[in-house]
């Protein structure tokens, strides 16, 4: 999944700028691109000069900033036409603070004991939807199909989705797969909406688990600079989750995981702020553990910079490939090739195996005939590499990063990964 940021990653700003990059997305090996919301942004109380994405003025419209409708149905159809998918960015739980609704329907909208519309959190820019009420949750199932109709879109990511009542999206989602199949992506973590509606959430869990590895390896800057407890995690502390994570989620449901995307980027800094040297590990951790990886805009040549959120921010990623982009590209034809890294195999195709040292990681994962084993050092220091009881097997096996054939590590430098693949 590559999240495009429309405002900020290409130097033309719109879809039209997008359809141009088709083609070398492609051969960078996306399959799903997910656009930031197209909708027009609100003007009342927004936010900066140019407002939040998920400040919805109209859910029916393109915001002409990024071209027209004819302009959406084009790239859609050059993606599909490229055997990519294309999913919206949606916000159903609150709207812009002008949103065409709140004149037309004020019933739709939460009030305060002041009978005032309001924002959650601190997001002053918006207004809390009320799904007590049928109109809010025809209008907005509504909208949900008018795009895959419209534009032949094949899916959505849903904001804040846990905050929107899950009956919701599973009355949606047989409605949505009626038009055609589709995918469906929640900012989340919540497993009760993976059961009907959503095909994959957030591992947010698991960003939090890298970002601990790297505080507690005194790696993380983002984290010192804002004097941040986090919890003292280690190698070990990634089995836990994801043993944790299979008794908690339904069979065939998976997670999206991430070193990065918008929300982390503008608001906690770029991977390199937060992973430093470890960004390279947590990279290939984010393809090899279970689930489907996902990139952010400028993440496929390394583009080190936070991006401005509610104005347009003068710098725009390279797109010349570097050695990021080679390197992003062998993790995603290795998820392409071996079908020991399908992300609905079951939990149990991996299995972890004890390394002396606690901060060595080593999993291998297996489907048929084919295997990925991965072996790295989550550490900030050179260690060795041995194993108390069985160790993984090499037989058949190769190197992936260096085609040669496959040899157990003796030592890993600090954050040093070995990819083996059959």
Excluded at 307 to 330: G, H, L, M, R
């Amino acid at each position: 999944i590559y999240e495009v940021n429309l405002r900020q990653g290409t130097p033309e700003r719109n879809l039209a700028g997008l359809r141009a990059q088709l083609p070398r997305l492609r051969d960078l090996g996306v399959d799903i691109l997910w656009l930031m919301p197209i909708h027009p942004i609100s003007k009342e109380q927004r936010k900066g000069t140019m407002g939040s994405y998920y400040a919805v003025q109209d859910y029916l419209q393109v915001n002409p900033e990024f071209g027209t409708v004819r302009d959406l149905k084009d790239m859609v159809r050059d993606a599909h036409g490229l055997g990519m998918k294309v999913i919206l960015d949606e916000v159903c739980n609150h709207t812009g603070a002008d949103n065409v609704w709140i004149k037309n329907h004020p019933e739709f909208f939460a009030r305060n004991e002041k009978g005032e519309m309001y924002g959650p959190y601190d997001w002053t820019d918006v207004c809390q939807l009320d799904y007590s009420r049928p109109g809010t949750r025809k209008a907005m199932k509504e909208a949900l199909l008018y795009w895959v109709k419209e534009a032949d879109i094949d899916g959505y990511r849903c904001d804040v989705a846990g905050m929107v009542p899950t009956d919701f999206w599973d009355d949606v989602r047989p409605a949505l797969d009626a038009i055609k199949p589709v995918f469906m992506l929640a900012e989340a973590s919540k497993p009760e909406l993976t059961r009907k509606a959503f095909d994959a959430d957030y591992n947010w869990p698991m960003k939090d688990v890298f970002n601990a590895i790297a505080a507690t390896q005194g790696v993380n800057h983002y984290a010192a600079y804002k004097q941040m407890k986090l919890p003292r995690r280690n190698a070990l502390s990634i089995d836990t989750l994801l043993a944790r994570q299979q008794c908690e989620y339904p069979k065939g449901a998976f997670n999206m995981n991430m070193i990065t995307n918008h929300d982390l980027n503008s608001w906690e800094g770029t991977e390199f702020d937060r992973l430093g040297p470890a960004t390279g590990a947590f990279a290939v951790l984010s393809y090899t553990l279970p689930g489907v990886p996902m990139m952010y805009t400028g993440q496929e040549t390394g583009f080190n910079h936070a991006f401005e959120f509610f104005e347009t921010d003068s710098i725009t990623p390279s797109t010349e490939a570097n050695e990021f982009t080679v390197f992003y590209e062998a993790l995603n034809s290795l998820k392409h090739r071996n079908r020991a890294l399908d992300a609905r195999q079951p939990a149990e195709n991996i299995r972890f195996i004890e390394a002396t040292n606690p901060d060595v990681l080593t999993f291998t994962r297996t489907n048929g005939g084919n295997a990925v084993t991965v072996i790295t050092n989550l550490s900030n220091e050179a260690v060795k590499v041995s194993y108390p009881k069985d160790a993984p097997s090499t037989e058949g096996m190769t190197n992936w990063f260096t085609a040669t054939d496959a040899e157990l590590p003796t030592e890993l430098a600090p954050w040093q990964y070995v990819v083996l693949v059959k």
